[in-house]
């Protein structure tokens, strides 16, 4: 199981940056993909879920109206769009996966790639 999460970038308050996981090893299309983010000194937290059907289970209140997450099984990608980017959504963030993820569950998958650093500053 391979990921990588690209698209991050340095952006100010209200701005916008869409992410992209890019999968590879596993059958993409039956697994659910998890968007986790961790801020330095903080913990990580998960920000959102996406399943095989492409339904989202959001895991911050903060983030539901200005994040949205979509999948392309065809491309194998998962894709989180940001925006209205605040200052407390620096961080770095990353997807994960593992066989029968589920979304409702608040559980750090087995898998991860290495992330993408998302700076929100004026």
């Known amino acids: 199981v391979q990921l990588q999460a690209s698209g991050g970038g340095v952006v100010q308050p209200g701005g916008s940056l869409r992410l992209s996981c890019t999968a590879s090893?596993?059958?993409?299309?039956?697994?659910?993909i998890a968007w986790f983010r961790q801020a330095p000194g903080n913990e990580r937290e998960g920000v959102v879920c996406?399943?095989?059907?492409?339904?989202?289970?959001y895991k911050q209140d903060s983030v539901r109206g200005r994040f949205t997450v979509s999948r392309d099984n065809h491309a194998n990608t998962a894709y989180l769009q940001l925006n209205n980017l605040r200052p407390e959504d620096t961080a770095l963030y990353y997807c994960?996966?593992?066989?029968?993820?589920?979304?409702?569950?608040?559980?750090?998958?087995?898998?991860r790639g290495q992330g993408t650093q998302v700076t929100v500053s004026s």
């Open positions: 994960a996966t593992e066989r029968d993820l589920y979304c409702g569950r608040n559980s750090h998958p087995r898998y």
């Open positions: 996406i399943d095989r059907n492409a339904i989202p289970t």
């Open positions: 090893g596993f059958p993409f299309y039956s697994y659910s």
